[in-house]
């Protein structure tokens, strides 16, 4: 079993949609990142968090910390927002561990 | 934002050479650089973290001759692939660290993309 678990591998919406991809960890962290990465390659640091709710935009993340899972909310999805949405979590060392992603595809 | 750039960001070279990518945190300095390899549709995969001024300290199974990284300054760390083959084609990523006082965050280089043919 993977340290850490996202759900659902694959995601298809309709433009407008709000979409919720969800982050499971096994180990103590100290914090928990989203990353998004696009086809071609670049990866964008979405979101840091060690507790609580974050919001950007139209990205909402939130954590709990007792439960050991993370979310990524995307309200009013848009075909821009069809990407890989990657979580990783840092225990109380230097390395993250990465979910293997979900990849979402969002159709006008 | 911080930002972290590389160069370049894509590479074709021959089989044999010798392929040197750059990466730089451009607007804050990198307690630790990470270099990460990613084969399509999969995960990244850690294959060294490096700190300004020491050794790099390789993943177990990444040869340190083949992939010689370089950590000269808090801005800038270099990943040199040494006689590189076709099975080296991969998107190398590298990621910066900004740990200093209540700062800790860790941004992502947009990558290089090698092709050895």
């Known amino acids: 079993k993977n340290e850490v678990e996202q759900s659902p591998q694959n995601l298809t919406a309709q433009e407008g949609e709000f979409i919720t991809i969800n982050c499971s960890y096994s180990?103590?962290?100290?914090?928990l990142h989203w990353l998004q990465q696009h086809p071609g390659g670049g990866i964008v640091s979405l979101f840091m968090?060690?507790?609580g709710k974050k919001k950007h935009g139209r990205l909402i993340a939130t954590i709990n910390i007792q439960e050991k899972h993370s979310s990524l909310h995307i309200t009013a999805s848009h075909p821009r927002d069809s990407a890989v949405y990657i979580c990783?979590?840092?225990?109380?060392?230097?390395?993250?561990?990465f979910g293997t992603g979900t990849r979402l595809q969002v159709f006008p | 934002g911080a930002v972290v750039s590389q160069h370049p960001s894509w590479v074709i070279c021959k089989s044999g050479t010798s392929v040197k990518i750059e990466c730089r945190s451009l607007?804050?300095?990198?307690?630790?650089m990470f270099w990460y390899r990613q084969f399509p549709k999969q995960s990244l995969m850690l294959m060294a973290t490096?700190?300004?001024?020491?050794?790099?300290?390789?993943e177990q199974g990444v040869e340190k001759d083949k992939f010689l990284i370089n950590h000269a300054s808090l801005t800038l760390s270099t990943l040199t692939v040494t006689s590189a083959h076709p099975e080296d084609s991969s998107f190398y990523i590298c990621?910066?660290?900004?740990?200093?006082?209540?700062?800790?965050?860790?941004?992502f280089g947009p990558g290089t993309r090698l092709t050895v043919l």
């Open positions: 490096s700190n300004e001024g020491s050794k790099a300290t390789y």
């Open positions: 607007d804050f300095q990198a307690t630790t």
């Open positions: 968090l060690s507790s």
């Open positions: 180990v103590g962290i100290s914090a």
């Open positions: 990783a979590v840092r225990p109380n060392t230097d390395k993250l561990i």
């Open positions: 990621s910066a660290r900004d740990f200093q006082g209540s700062t800790d965050t860790q941004y």
